[in-house]
């Protein structure tokens, strides 16, 4: 992760890549680590499978693309950056979103080869839950990947970068929750609910993807930050979440640079590249690069 942000920083100040470009790699490197729930590593459906959501949105011109449902596609996240860019539609959901992603070349693999031991095990207890006579409504809800004790932190993927040029972007990408059933969308690939860009802001969203869709809740922060500034924003989004079942949480930057990453989950590996400055954590506690620990 710190490699990663040091890497893309750079290149970003360089004025190599632009924002898009960056949250695009950011999140295609993390499809590609088997831990994070999303590319090889997704969590499991109900029927033991892979299908995978992403959604990219550009501020300047809120060009955004989201793909739904995807079982081939290496990486969700190229086929939203190839889709927004071609302008029309938004959204393209199964298996033509995967024939999409192949024609501009994005990487096909067989679906089985998305799923880690680790996932196939959550998916065995999930299922064992799910089969026991007398299991709780709790036992049987799909899990969230962020809670699993036996794999903290390690969930949903999202970037937000703020470039050279004072243009932000937003990208996420998942493999929803464990267990979900066939045909669920969650909040991931929903532009304003999982993830949003403007003008001034850019932002994407993790948690119980259903509540994050009833308060469409990445535009509503960006409603917000206009008048309470991005932390009050994320706080008050969080907020309205939670009472629909919504723990989760977020990152997101403004165009003055400002970054907040709250989340209400009991970990969120998270990190932030500032002026060369690379910043890690998973708990509440901040890890810098120079070995100094904050909260
Ligand atoms: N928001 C995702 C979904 O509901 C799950 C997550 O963020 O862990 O599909």
Redesign the pocket.
């Known amino acids: 992760m710190e490699a990663l942000l040091e890497d893309l920083g750079q290149r970003m100040a360089d004025g190599e890549i632009n924002a898009l470009e960056a949250v695009t790699l950011a999140v295609e490197a993390m499809e590609n680590e088997p831990l994070f729930?999303a590319g090889i590593g997704s969590v499991l459906d109900a029927a033991g499978t892979v299908t995978m959501?992403a959604s990219i949105m550009r501020g300047e011109d809120r060009a955004a693309g989201a793909v739904v449902n995807l079982r081939t596609s290496q990486h969700p996240i190229r086929v939203a950056n190839h889709l927004l860019k071609q302008g029309w539609p938004v959204m393209i959901v199964g298996e033509a979103a995967d024939v999409f992603g192949e024609k501009q070349g994005v990487q096909q693999i067989d679906n089985a080869d998305f799923v880690t031991e680790l996932r196939q095990a959550q998916w065995e207890k999930w299922n064992l839950n799910t089969l026991r006579p007398g299991a709780t409504d709790e036992d049987d809800e799909a899990a969230?990947?962020?809670d699993l004790e036996d794999r903290p932190g390690m969930?949903?993927v999202g970037a937000v970068a703020l470039d050279i040029h004072g243009h932000v972007a937003a990208a996420t990408s998942?493999g929803?929750?464990t267990g979900?059933p066939d045909g669920r969308v969650?909040?991931?690939p929903i532009i304003g609910a999982?993830t949003w860009a403007d003008g001034s802001v850019a932002i994407s969203?993790?948690?119980?993807?259903?509540a994050?869709i009833r308060t469409c809740a990445a535009r509503t922060m960006a409603f917000h930050h206009t008048s309470m500034g991005l932390e009050d924003a994320a706080e008050a989004v969080l907020d309205e979440v939670a009472p629909l079942g919504g723990r989760?949480g977020l990152i997101a930057v403004d165009t003055e640079g400002n970054v907040v990453l709250p989340f209400q989950t009991m970990l969120m590996y998270r990190g932030k590249y500032e002026a060369g400055i690379v910043d890690v954590a998973v708990g509440p506690e901040w890890e810098r690069n120079d070995g100094a620990v904050s909260s």
Do not use: I
């Open positions: 729930n959501d969230l990947d962020h969930g949903t998942t929803g929750m979900k969650g909040d991931t999982g969203c993790t948690g119980v993807g259903e994050f989760g």
